[in-house]
């Protein structure tokens, strides 16, 4: 079958040719792929700035952020049947497990020695077909399948906010997510779900297509993080120097989660955090919970926005689609 990602050998981007994965545990389930999203993660890879291929292999198809429909079911499975659309779940636990992947939240794993699908040591969903466990699957409301692509960031997002919310000592009335990328929409849109005064911070010029789309959301965007204007912060933007300069943004007694920023050189306000009982906490992946809220999220939120969020092209265009960016939100590839 057909797949898309990276030559380690040659260092490259490029199409090429995997075994059609067949199901052969009980527990195993059958999907054709649909959709396959492209995120920072995908275009970092696709620069070998890391990640690895499958053990023994030099290929490695991308793609972690996907939807498609079941084709067979194991005789173990229960709920999932053909025709039944599905989400994958990323990461699969360390070996042996940690005290966190065999509660089953790999995402808190504790040894960092997890696999990822399409990132580190197992193929992703860049490929016509895929075998997941029944574990690995959430399942999807048909209802909601042409959106249902942007699950897994947005699972990203709800296990940030879910967190950022139980810490915070108060009643948190405002929320600002920093970056107009998806992430940062995302959790701008869930902040506003959950009751809060929502913003984003990003950039990007008034009349650029991200920002007309977060203004026809209803959201408020702004180009200055006010100093003492949201009780909790997400940031991504995957800018060090943005993050540390948006610190002056969180209000007293405010969380500020990381998501996306890398590593960097700068100031931390320790005084702040102290004087005026600050919390700041970095988070990855998500949890099984975090994927049905996702889906459940995604039912609640408005399906026009969330479609305008998509910008779909054709399987054969991944050589210039994962690279660049661009300015659409989500680049969604069909297979």
């Not at 292999?57 to 952020?65: I, R």
């Not at 990007?204 to 993080?225: C, F, K, M, N």
């Amino acid at each position: 079958m057909r797949a898309a990602g990276l030559d380690f050998a040659q260092k490259t981007l490029k199409a090429f040719e995997l075994q059609e994965p067949r199901r052969q545990a009980p527990d195993e389930v059958l999907f054709r792929v649909h959709n396959v999203g492209v995120c920072g993660t995908d275009r970092e890879l696709a620069r070998f700035a890391f990640g690895f291929p499958p053990p023994g292999e030099m290929l490695l198809a991308l793609g972690h952020e996907a939807i498609g429909q079941v084709v067979e079911a194991g005789p173990a499975v229960r709920g999932l049947k053909p025709g039944d659309w599905v989400v994958p779940a990323v990461r699969r636990s360390c070996s042996p497990p940690c005290a966190s992947c065999a509660r089953g939240r790999r995402d808190l794993c504790l040894t960092g020695k997890v696999l990822e699908r399409g990132i580190f040591g197992l193929h992703g969903y860049m490929t016509e077909y895929a075998v997941d466990t029944a574990a690995d699957l959430f399942r999807v409301p048909e209802a909601i399948a042409d959106v249902a692509v942007l699950a897994e960031p947005l699972s990203v997002v709800e296990k940030a906010v879910d967190r950022a919310l139980a810490i915070h000592p108060g009643e948190p009335r405002t929320g600002l997510a920093l970056g107009a990328g998806p992430i940062g929409i995302l959790a701008a849109l869930l902040l506003r779900l959950r009751g809060l005064d929502a913003a984003v911070f990003s950039r990007e010029p008034e009349d650029h297509p991200r920002v007309r789309l977060i203004r026809q959301s209803g959201l408020r965007y702004t180009r200055r993080a006010e100093p003492g204007s949201a009780d909790i912060i997400i940031e991504a933007t995957g800018s060090a120097e943005a993050a540390f300069a948006s610190f002056k943004a969180l209000a007293p007694l405010g969380v500020y989660c990381i998501l996306g920023s890398p590593n960097a050189t700068g100031e931390m306000p320790f005084i702040d955090l102290l004087v005026k009982n600050q919390a700041v906490f970095g988070s990855i992946n998500a949890g099984p919970r975090d994927y049905e809220k996702a889906i459940e999220d995604l039912g609640r939120l408005e399906g026009s926005i969330l479609h305008k969020m998509i910008h779909r092209v054709r399987f054969d265009d991944f050589e210039t689609a994962i690279p660049n960016a661009g300015v659409a939100v989500k680049t969604v590839h069909v297979l």
